[in-house]
């Protein structure tokens, strides 16, 4: 589960961390009232689960003249399929300069591993080649202190604070990673956390009422889908797409892009996707107005192919779908639920390219 920058920053104050004073709005309105608070200038950030936001116009400097209208292009931008539903209104913070860090599982050595590199900021990856990063199992071996605090610079005892703080985070809430970019070094020497990326382990949920809660916090359609057990993430195209496995649901989206659609959401059963569920599949998939074509990619395994066939048959004859339906099946089962399907008359696919280039030029007819 990857936490909003304006969620990670809570968790960030909660241990003591330090962030930039600021505050979440709704409206321009209120980004234009939350400037004046912090002295008339401030920085206004998109909130939305996607990365470079500040090389696609997603984070802007501004005053308290053109607050209100920054912040009202700032809400109809949209990045990656995603509109930001509320902005982050920061003060801006006097820099001496921009640092990387990210604590992240590795699970071949299982470990904590820190990361570090004197090069931060929009295009971390390009400097990062030049400055390089140092990588540091945790707990931070005493004879790797030296080596940390050179890269951080300024006060050892801020930095030695710092770190002690963001492991305890990593392991209190199950994080798979935590990434800072920018860490800004004060003219201090202290640090300030500009930024958060935070990912919480999905399996770990239930052990984190709190975060498991801010799942709540997306569209009425992903609330659906979160009621249901479904992973689900809408992307802003025209084809929907269903699969069960995430990995299987992601190449579905890139078999999609080769064929020259655009997906409009991703929705994962998950293994064990009896009919019943597959008819809620079927439903908040379809919910949003835009879809053009609903592609179902399924495997047999845990997941019998039939059982998902025939929870799909029902659902589209019950919630009378308009849209064309292109199904792929392949294993446990999926000559019998090809029978169940063509007898209702929807085409069924071996081939998961095939199926791909035929909802691609399906939605693409509907267009026009």
Request: glycine fraction near 10%; proline fraction near 2%.
């Given at each position: 589960?990857?936490?909003?920058?304006?969620?990670?920053?809570?968790?960030?104050?909660?241990?003591?961390?330090?962030?930039?004073?600021?505050?979440?709005?709704?409206?321009?309105?209120?980004?234009?009232?939350?400037?004046?608070?912090?002295?008339?200038?401030?920085?206004?950030?998109?909130?939305?689960?996607t990365?470079?936001?500040?090389?696609?116009?997603?984070?802007?400097?501004?005053?308290?003249?053109?607050?209100?209208?920054?912040?009202?292009?700032?809400?109809?931008?949209?990045?990656?399929?995603?509109?930001?539903?509320q902005?982050?209104?920061?003060?801006?913070?006097?820099?001496?300069?921009?640092?990387?860090?990210?604590?992240?599982?590795?699970?071949?050595?299982?470990?904590?591993?820190?990361?570090?590199?004197?090069?931060?900021?929009?295009?971390?990856?390009?400097?990062?080649?030049?400055?390089?990063?140092?990588?540091?199992?945790?707990?931070?071996?005493a004879?790797?202190h030296?080596?940390?605090?050179?890269?951080?610079?300024?006060?050892?005892?801020?930095?030695?604070?710092?770190?002690?703080?963001?492991?305890?985070?990593?392991?209190?809430?199950?994080?798979?990673?935590?990434?800072?970019?920018?860490?800004?070094?004060?003219?201090q020497?202290?640090?300030?956390?500009?930024?958060?990326?935070?990912?919480?382990?999905?399996?770990?949920?239930?052990?984190?009422?709190?975060?498991?809660?801010?799942?709540?916090?997306?569209?009425?359609?992903e609330?659906?889908?979160?009621?249901?057990?479904?992973?689900?993430?809408?992307?802003?195209?025209?084809?929907?797409?269903?699969?069960?496995?995430?990995?299987?649901?992601?190449?579905?989206?890139?078999?999609?892009?080769?064929?020259?659609?655009?997906?409009?959401?991703?929705?994962?059963?998950?293994?064990?996707?009896?009919?019943?569920?597959?008819?809620?599949?079927?439903?908040?998939?379809?919910?949003?107005?835009?879809?053009?074509?609903?592609?179902?990619?399924?495997?047999?395994?845990?997941?019998?192919?039939?059982?998902?066939?025939?929870?799909?048959?029902?659902?589209?004859?019950?919630?009378?779908?308009?849209?064309?339906?292109?199904?792929?099946?392949?294993?446990?089962?999926?000559?019998?639920?090809?029978?169940?399907?063509?007898?209702q008359?929807?085409?069924?696919?071996?081939?998961?390219?095939e199926?791909?280039?035929?909802?691609?030029?399906?939605?693409?007819?509907?267009?026009?």
């Open positions: 589960m990857d936490l909003l920058e304006y969620q990670g920053k809570d968790l960030y104050r909660a241990s003591g961390l330090p962030v930039p004073h600021g505050f979440v709005v709704s409206s321009a309105v209120e980004a234009k009232d939350a400037v004046e608070k912090l002295g008339g200038q401030a920085v206004l950030k998109i909130q939305v689960a990365g470079h936001r500040g090389q696609r116009g997603g984070i802007q400097k501004v005053d308290k003249e053109s607050a209100e209208e920054r912040a009202a292009e700032l809400f109809e931008l949209k990045l990656d399929g995603h509109k930001s539903k902005l982050l209104v920061e003060e801006i913070v006097s820099i001496e300069q921009e640092l990387y860090l990210a604590i992240m599982l590795d699970r071949q050595e299982r470990s904590l591993q820190l990361m570090l590199s004197r090069a931060g900021g929009v295009s971390v990856e390009e400097a990062a080649e030049q400055e390089g990063v140092l990588r540091i199992p945790m707990p931070i071996a004879s790797e030296k080596k940390v605090l050179r890269v951080l610079g300024g006060k050892e005892s801020a930095a030695i604070d710092m770190l002690g703080k963001l492991e305890q985070l990593v392991r209190s809430y199950d994080a798979l990673l935590v990434e800072v970019n920018p860490l800004a070094r004060t003219t020497g202290d640090f300030m956390l500009l930024d958060s990326k935070i990912t919480i382990d999905d399996n770990a949920l239930y052990r984190q009422p709190e975060i498991a809660a801010l799942q709540m916090l997306g569209t009425k359609d609330q659906a889908a979160h009621e249901a057990g479904f992973s689900f993430v809408e992307l802003g195209g025209t084809v929907a797409v269903i699969g069960n496995g995430a990995g299987l649901v992601m190449a579905t989206l890139d078999a999609l892009d080769r064929a020259g659609a655009k997906p409009a959401n991703f929705l994962d059963v998950g293994g064990g996707a009896q009919a019943d569920k597959t008819r809620k599949a079927v439903q908040v998939a379809l919910a949003q107005p835009h879809i053009k074509a609903l592609f179902v990619n399924i495997f047999g395994g845990i997941t019998r192919a039939d059982e998902v066939a025939r929870g799909l048959a029902e659902a589209l004859l019950a919630l009378d779908v308009s849209v064309p339906v292109i199904v792929r099946l392949a294993g446990n089962g999926a000559a019998t639920g090809k029978e169940i399907l063509e007898k008359g929807i085409a069924t696919f071996d081939d998961m390219e199926a791909a280039q035929t909802a691609a030029q399906k939605a693409k007819q509907a267009q026009q």
